[in-house]
């Protein structure tokens, strides 16, 4: 029996280094070039919202914060979800990934709230999919 993954992990600042990773400006030595147009963003950006860098901005901007962000402050949780290589990719084989996908949009969507979801990236272009 496989397992599932979930990962949490609290950013301060832009998150610039890895919206890189994220986004394949920067590519990972354990990703395969040729397979990362594979990857799919699976959430839109607001209008005029080109990355993931800017949906954070953006999202902070119009959070309705009363008071400024401090220095020290968390500004991004950072989540990663999978689960077992061997079930990924049975998942991704029997033709279930987009509703894998779909189920965990809406989990981190109840979770964390629709507004601060506010990027999603399923990669590909690794061993084992993720998001």
């Keep these: 029996m496989g397992y599932a993954v979930l990962h949490l992990e609290k950013a301060k600042g832009t998150d610039s280094r890895m919206s890189a990773h994220i986004e394949r400006t920067v590519h990972p030595k354990n990703a395969d070039r040729t397979r990362t147009h594979l990857n ?3 959430i839109a950006f607001p209008e005029g919202v080109a990355d993931r860098t800017q949906a954070i901005n953006y999202r902070l ?7 400024k962000i401090g220095k020290n402050q968390v500004k991004v949780i950072r989540v990663m979800l999978t689960g077992s290589h061997d079930d990924m ?3 991704e084989a029997e033709g279930k990934l987009d509703q894998w996908c779909a189920d965990n949009l809406a ?5 964390f709230g629709a507004d ?3 990027s ?3 990669h590909l272009d690794e061993s084992t999919p993720h998001i």
């Design 89 to 91: 990719k049975r998942i």
């Design 116 to 118: 601060n979801v506010v």
């Design 40 to 42: 799919r963003e699976l």
């Design 107 to 111: 989990w981190l969507n109840k979770t």
């Design 61 to 67: 901007a119009h959070a309705g914060l009363t008071r």
């Design 120 to 122: 999603v990236v399923l």
